[in-house]
């Protein structure tokens, strides 16, 4: 894509005033930045969304090149670029990867003369990446939008081997166990449904882990009543970021007829994001917890970039190289 690059009279002017500048001490050095300053703003002609956001400004449309220590600040009409992209959509859930349910969606975009490989795209949605919530508001796109929407593919995952009990420290570091009376504070909280469950976990007879959401439910009248619901599939639930006690989530270890209760510990939430184990995590049990529940898993960004982000590119230049040959 190439846009049309405008460049302001105060850019020029200073552009102008940076060579003169320069030129008292080399007149080499002058004219070698003004070219390297030239040159990158082709490039933003070409690709402009490759600059990064201005911080102070947050404008995605308000970006910047560096060029040595100088900032080429610009802005983009989003006029300009309609119809320029095509664009699709993953729904990529971590408890693919790692023992926690956490589904995100993804969305890529492309420059529409990018060609892309077959093996990237289908004609149809794929189950394993569009699930019906995703189809149905594609479906109830215009059509301009539907011209440039895109099924992504990519290969399936291994099976996860990993789960919510290999993750758990035996003495954890950052919290504590609750004492009793708070255990049974949650397990009164549990609905007969969800008791049972824990007490078909200690007829198991081996250690069972598992995980316990509060959560505001109707009580049949007006009010709702907060409930512990617990769930024992291996499977945690999706971490959150620590904004009230409901957020957060609790371990439930049962053993026989002992039962056990505390918060998860940063470290484990950690582990549920798929950080390595060399990962320094902040030391207030809020702001680790809050790293972790904000965040993407990071085998899911690692799936996609290796199998979508990265072959849409290496793709792209290698076209790119042999149209230059």
Same mark, same amino acid.
């Given at each position: 894509? #190439?846009?049309? $690059?405008?460049?302001?009279? /105060?850019?020029?002017?200073?552009l102008e ?7 008292? #001490?080399?007149?080499? @050095?002058? *004219?070698?930045?003004?070219s390297?300053?030239? +040159?990158?703003?082709?490039t ?10 201005v911080?102070?400004?947050?404008? %995605?449309?308000? =970006? /910047? ?9 610009y =802005? ?19 408890? %693919? ?14 420059? !529409?003369?990018?060609?892309?490989p077959d %093996?990237? &795209? ?17 479906s109830?796109?215009? +059509? ?8 992504? !593919?990519?290969?399936?995952p291994e ?7 290999? $993750?758990?420290? &035996? ?5 504590k ?7 049974e ?21 081996k250690?069972?882990v ?7 439910r ?10 512990? /619901? ?9 971490? *959150? ?5 409901? +957020?957060r ?8 007829k ?6 998860? +510990?940063?470290r ?16 207030? @049990?809020? #702001?680790?917890?809050h790293l972790?529940g904000?965040?993407?898993?990071v085998?899911?960004?690692?799936? $996609?970039? *290796? ?5 849409i590119?290496? &793709?792209? $230049? ?8």
């Amino acid at each position: 894509m #190439d846009l049309e $690059l405008r460049w302001s009279p /105060e850019a020029s002017e200073d552009l102008e005033a940076i060579a003169e500048y320069i030129a008292r #001490d080399s007149g080499h @050095y002058a *004219r070698a930045v003004v070219s390297e300053v030239l +040159s990158v703003s082709r490039t933003i002609a070409e690709f402009p969304f490759i600059g990064r956001t201005v911080p102070e400004i947050g404008d %995605e449309n308000i =970006r /910047e090149r560096f060029v040595y220590s100088y900032r080429l600040v610009y =802005r983009i009409d989003p006029k300009t670029i309609k119809g320029g992209y095509r664009v699709g959509a993953l729904v990529i859930d971590a408890k %693919e990867f790692l023992p926690q349910s956490r589904p995100r969606l993804f969305i890529v975009g492309t420059l !529409q003369n990018m060609t892309l490989p077959d %093996e990237l &795209h289908a004609e149809t949605p794929h189950p394993a990446w569009h699930p019906r919530s995703l189809i149905k508001s594609v479906s109830s796109m215009p +059509s301009d939008l539907l011209e440039a929407w895109v099924w992504w !593919q990519m290969p399936m995952p291994e099976s996860r081997t990993a789960h919510l009990i290999d $993750l758990i420290e &035996h003495e954890p570091e950052g919290v504590k166990w609750h004492t009793p009376q708070k255990t049974e504070q949650l397990l009164e909280m549990m609905s007969p449904l969800h008791q049972r469950k824990v007490q078909a976990a200690q007829r198991i007879g081996k250690v069972v882990v598992g995980t316990i959401y509060r959560r505001s439910r109707p009580n049949g009248q007006t009010k709702s009543v907060q409930r512990a /619901e617990v769930r024992f599939d291996g499977t945690a639930g999706c971490l *959150r970021t620590p904004s009230g006690g409901s +957020s957060r989530q609790t371990i439930i270890l049962i053993e026989g007829k002992s039962i056990q209760t505390r918060l998860l +510990s940063p470290r484990e939430a950690a582990r549920l994001m798929g950080l390595p184990e060399t990962y320094q995590l902040p030391k207030r @049990y809020n #702001d680790a917890y809050h790293l972790a529940g904000d965040g993407l898993a990071v085998p899911v960004v690692d799936h $996609l970039a *290796r199998h979508l982000l990265a072959p849409i590119v290496d &793709h792209h $230049l290698k076209l790119a190289r042999r149209e230059a040959a």
